[in-house]
């Protein structure tokens, strides 16, 4: 059984540019959140998708934005980058099941640099 | 977004030594999370705790929720090189984490 992936593993980009994350939930899970934890950092939380909607944000612009497909996998967008946004994305999988909490399991992350 | 308060913000100790690090945060949690992230990894999470005054042991992780509910303490005993990472405790849902504590084990 595979756990949640990410792709790619690292990657170079340049101010100005987009770039577009990707993540496979854990077998079974329907919940995705996306996390930007920066170098010394905790993990921030980006937004959380459940049934292809947004269904919580958290304190990030407009530039970064998602989807989630009906195989309930997700992307993560960041359009107009900034040095700032060079960090470890993390993607993390968990399903609603109507619980109070719901362990999330979390991918090995995507390394982006911005230039 | 809010961060909660983690200390200490390092720790080197010697293999076989206990280690304590807390959280504190300056609303009510009705959950607390521990983590530890490996290099090249994503968090894991070690203990999570639902209730004030909870105390959960995961072999030689124990974890406490504070009465006030307000703050939260892991201790790790008799430690292990393998016990070295980055412990996070987290808030509610894991919307917000901690700045984590490092931990350097020494054989």
Redesign the interface.
Known sequence: DAGVTQSPTHLIKTRGQQVTLRCSPKSGHDTVSWYQQALGQGPQFIFQYYEEEERQRGNFPDRFSGHQFPNYSSELNVNALLLGDSALYLCASSSLAGLSYNEQFFGPGTRLTVL | ?Q??N?SPQSMFIQEGEDVSMNCTSSSIF??W?WYKQDP??????LI?L?KAGELTSNGRLTAQFGITRKDSFLNISASIPSDVGIY?C?G?????????TRLTVKP
């Open positions: 977004g961060q909660l983690q009705n959950t999370l090249g990894e994503g968090p894991v999470l999570a639902y996070f987290a509610p849902n894991d919307m917000r984490f901690g700045a984590g």
